[in-house]
């Protein structure tokens, strides 16, 4: 089956499935008894973390930095109940949150009336206070046996699985089991929870039938707009989450690849331009294990800045020059992500940012030690992602590098009590597995193996879960999962 084909199997299901309201006779009146319909089968999403590559710190004081989806990825499977059962549940057993709500109880009429229902193609800039006040009720009881702490993340994912679900969805909507699981560290820097919220928006409009797509052949416009359209439901999410979020992360995770953001008016949002032909680049990502408080490293650069106010704009104008050249050596036709050549001036501008951030304040020991050890192996170029004072550093790698050598470098690493990914710079962003199947070498040539609920549960950490639903396989992509791809 071709891609088009896929799709419109994708789109005949949904169809059957009947999802956003009750069917209706000329007159308009509900048909309550109808033929039984099949149900939608499981299908799945996923979505990209993201890192900050260029332009960290610079960027508060209105210069440019450009993000990139990393290959760490949040998956969401999507079942289906029989319709006898009215119930809606969200399930992430990474961070031990699982709760579960009755259709009918939720406040669909106060989200659905005049002048506060919305509809898949508004644009939603921030919360209504009125429809946040309705949903809270429905919260309260949300992990009520954890600690204040943890109860406020789960409140905060489940606050964006609602939010998204009343906006979206109305009372006819099928019982459902949303499940997540996330390759990507939480509170690190790296976007799991844009990541998360991409995935509950687009898997809602696939619910709907208001996207079409993905499929090979996609006109790059067409693609675009169902980019912007999960994009725009994703950012509801992030604001139920965090409050006043950037909007930069979000938008990485739906679109994939990278942008160049900049912010030069905090009353407005930042400009973000996409960079759809970003290439592909092999990444090694360290967790120093260092907790770090964004804020603190913020406000040291406000300190230096009033101490030195020339020295430190020096340092923030040589950073968005690193920027603006990281941005035009990627664009440029001669760029070559697998020539040596290209990857070192590449790599030589990730080690100018990281050298120009040490003189802001705000690596720490254990990001430097990073730095030493690549370097000591001759294996590419480092710098601290994000706000610095702990979190995570990158690494270019350099092509051809002896597996000895990155072995010796990842049992160091591991020794000294590091976390370590390779992953991918650049990735596809959202990406759809409709129905829930793949060929994971359990299956005849003909079949593929249904991913269910208690495989997925069940599936033993980040590597279980690569290993059953991920978007690369052993042998590279898994075709099965579809991607809206945009060309410059």
């Known amino acids: 089956m071709n891609g088009a084909q896929s799709v419109n199997v994708m789109a005949e299901d949904m169809e059957k499935a009947e999802l956003n309201g009750s069917r209706k006779t000329r007159r308009g009146i509900p048909l309550d008894r109808k033929q039984s319909t099949p149900m939608m089968p499981a299908f799945m999403v996923s979505a ?8 960290e710190h610079a960027v508060v004081y209105g210069k440019a930095a450009i993000a990139a989806a990393v290959s760490l990825r949040s998956y969401l499977l999507v079942t289906a109940l029989s319709k006898s059962k009215r119930t809606i549940s969200l399930r992430f ?10 259709l009918d109880d939720l406040p669909w009429s106060t989200f659905s009336q005049p002048g506060k229902k919305k509809y898949y193609y ?3 800039t921030s919360l209504d206070p009125e429809l946040v006040a309705a949903m809270k009720p429905h919260l309260a009881n949300v992990s009520l046996d954890q600690p204040d702490d943890i109860r406020k993340v ?16 109305s009372q006819s909507f099928p019982g459902c089991l949303y499940t997540l699981r996330s390759t990507i560290p939480i509170a690190a820097g790296l976007g799991s929870s844009a990541s998360i ?3 509950l928006a687009s898997a809602l409009l696939l619910q709907i039938r208001t996207l079409s797509g993905p499929h090979p052949d996609q006109p790059s416009e067409e693609a675009r707009l169902q980019i912007e359209r999960i994009n725009r439901w994703a950012f509801v999410g992030e604001m139920c989450i965090h409050g006043n979020p950037s909007g930069v992360d979000n938008t990485v995770a739906t679109q994939g690849k990278a942008v160049v953001f900049q912010r030069t008016d905090y009353s407005k949002p930042p400009r973000v331009k996409p960079m759809w032909n970003f290439p592909e680049l092999p990444l090694l990502l360290v967790d120093t294990r260092q907790p770090k408080s964004t804020a603190a490293e913020v406000a040291k650069v406000a300190a230096l800045k009033k101490a030195h106010p020339q020295i430190t704009e020096s340092i923030l104008n040589a950073i968005d020059k690193v920027s603006e050249g990281a941005s035009e050596l990627i664009r440029h036709d001669d760029f070559d992500s697998e020539d040596i050549t290209s990857l070192e001036d590449l ?17 720490h020991p254990r990001l430097e030690r990073i730095r030493e050890l690549v370097d000591h192996e001759g294996i590419g170029w480092t710098k601290l992602t994000g706000a610095g004072g ?4 990158i690494t270019l790698l350099k092509p051809g590098v002896s597996q000895e050598r990155l072995k010796r470098l990842e049992d160091t690493l591991d020794k000294e009590n590091y976390r370590r990914f390779e992953t991918t710079l650049g990735c596809d962003g959202v990406g ?3 129905p829930a199947v793949l060929k994971n070498g359990t299956e005849d040539d003909m079949g593929g193996e249904e991913i269910d609920q208690d495989k997925f549960l069940n599936a033993n950490g980040i590597e279980g879960v690569e290993e059953l639903v991920g978007v690369q396989g052993e042998g590279g992509d898994r075709e099965a999962w579809k991607f809206w791809r945009v060309e410059d």
């Open 48 to 55: 990209p973390g993201k890192v900050i590559v260029f332009g």
């Open 93 to 102: 057993p990474d961070i031990n949150l699982s709760h579960t709500w009755n």
């Open 122 to 124: 508004d644009l939603v």
């Open 154 to 169: 789960h409140q905060n994912s489940a606050s964006c699985f609602l939010y998204l679900l009343l906006s979206l969805g």
């Open 197 to 199: 919220s991409v995935c």
């Open 347 to 363: 790599g030589k501008l990730m080690t100018i940012n990281h050298g120009l951030l040490v003189a802001l304040g705000v690596s």
């Open 390 to 393: 702990g979190g995570c550093a």
């Open 432 to 434: 759809v597995l409709w």
